[in-house]
């Protein structure tokens, strides 16, 4: 059976024989369902007036620590995005009071970020959802086929230098 890659790749066989483009095989299904699973994503936060953002700033919150706590540091570190975006976001999260900027309590000059009462209600409410979200976006797959990518994407992602600290 094939799919819009193999005839994107097909294509390009014919009009360019002396290319190699076997890469875009696994870029463009990449690429593609990386668009599909961000449309199924998105339609589930939607459901609880959520964005892939918020989403991720309230999920980050909520595995960090007992206290659902970080800086601003932290959450940006996590969220590999600026403080300029994170500052952003937490804005809007605490205009809807579902986190909270207090001085930190170990460095007078720092800010700790926490989960509100309302926001760890709503990240418990929508973590199920989510975690059905991408069940469902990955039934396709057996278990052993799920590992196997996942070993795969870890593999390639850390050649490309996507590495914990």
């Given at each position: 059976?094939?799919?819009?890659?193999?005839?994107?790749?097909?294509?390009?066989?014919?009009?360019?024989?002396?290319?190699?483009?076997?890469?875009?095989?696994?870029?463009?299904?990449?690429?593609?369902?990386?668009?599909?699973?961000?449309?199924?994503?998105?339609?589930?936060?939607?459901?609880?007036?959520?964005?892939?953002?918020?989403?991720?700033?309230?999920?980050?919150?909520?595995?960090?620590?007992?206290?659902?706590?970080?800086?601003?540091?932290?959450?940006?570190?996590?969220?590999?995005?600026?403080?300029?975006?994170i500052t952003q976001r937490l804005d809007r999260l605490e205009e809807r009071g579902l986190v909270k900027r207090s001085p930190s309590a170990t460095d007078g000059r720092g800010v700790l970020v926490k989960l509100t009462p309302a926001g760890l209600k709503l990240i418990d409410k929508v973590l199920p959802t989510h975690i059905e979200t991408e069940n469902r976006a990955l039934a396709a797959l057996s278990a052993d086929e799920r590992d196997a990518l996942a070993g795969t994407l870890r593999k390639l992602l850390e050649s490309l230098g996507d590495k914990t600290d």
């Open positions: 059976m094939a799919d819009h890659v193999d005839q994107v790749l097909s294509q390009w066989a014919e009009q360019r024989p002396d290319l190699d483009a076997s890469p875009m095989a696994v870029i463009g299904r990449v690429s593609r369902l990386a668009l599909l699973f961000d449309g199924e994503l998105r339609r589930n936060f939607a459901q609880h007036d959520l964005d892939r953002a918020s989403f991720d700033v309230l999920a980050t919150l909520r595995r960090s620590n007992a206290e659902h706590s970080l800086t601003p540091a932290g959450l940006m570190r996590s969220s590999m995005v600026t403080s300029g975006a």
